[in-house]
């Protein structure tokens, strides 16, 4: 159901209406229909005990693009590692690095090791969170929510932990698009996190 109305009228504080919280329901029509499919339908309180409580997904752009001397990776031999700590806490707001580069790196003498140099992702990258253990998508791919950021030391992206469920694992899926958008590749390296209390 898309309540974007009353929850823009609720943060820019235009219109009449108080935040006293929400009740969604059928037309009455539909509510009094005798239609099983209906009838069927389950909803579950922020109190009950699953892990399919209410939510609300509000998205918004955050994404900064400034690569410093960071050169692009190159999409045909890349290779993402996101570094992610194993626990988070419930009220934790995260930098979510993803360190990007060549799986096959060019042969040469260096004094350096070919993983520590870094590459920054288009700016066409996304990110998704899906439960580890049930599959569901938490945060889906969006153009304006998931977009990755860069800051000249590496691609990434903030995350809230206080939009999960605690006590729960979580993964973190890559998808990197050509700007113009002609070749999508989707990275799910099995990139787990944990929400705890």
Request: glycine share 4%.
């Amino acid at each position: 159901m898309d309540v974007t109305g009353i929850v823009k009228k609720w943060i820019t504080g235009s219109g009449r209406f108080e935040n006293d919280g929400m009740i969604l329901k059928f037309s009455n029509e539909m509510e009094s229909s005798r239609d099983n499919l209906l009838n069927s339908l389950k909803f579950f309180g922020t109190d009950s005990n699953t892990i399919y409580v209410p939510r609300l997904n509000i998205v918004w752009d955050d994404s900064e693009f400034i690569t410093g001397s960071l050169a692009p990776v190159s999409e045909d031999n890349m290779n993402l590692n996101v570094k992610l700590k194993k626990f988070y806490a419930e009220k934790e707001r995260a930098k979510i690095r993803i360190y990007a580069n060549s799986r096959y790196p060019q042969k040469n003498y260096t004094t350096t090791a070919y993983q520590t140099v870094n590459y920054y992702l288009p700016s066409s990258s996304y990110y998704e969170i899906r439960d580890a253990h049930s599959d569901e998508i938490i945060l889906p791919f969006d153009y304006t929510g998931s977009k990755i950021s860069c800051d000249g030391t590496s691609s990434y992206f903030n995350l809230w932990m206080d939009s999960f469920q605690p006590e729960r694992f979580y993964r973190v899926v890559i998808r990197v698009e050509r700007e113009d958008g002609d070749n999508v590749q989707i990275f799910d390296n099995n990139h787990y996190f944990k929400v705890v209390r």
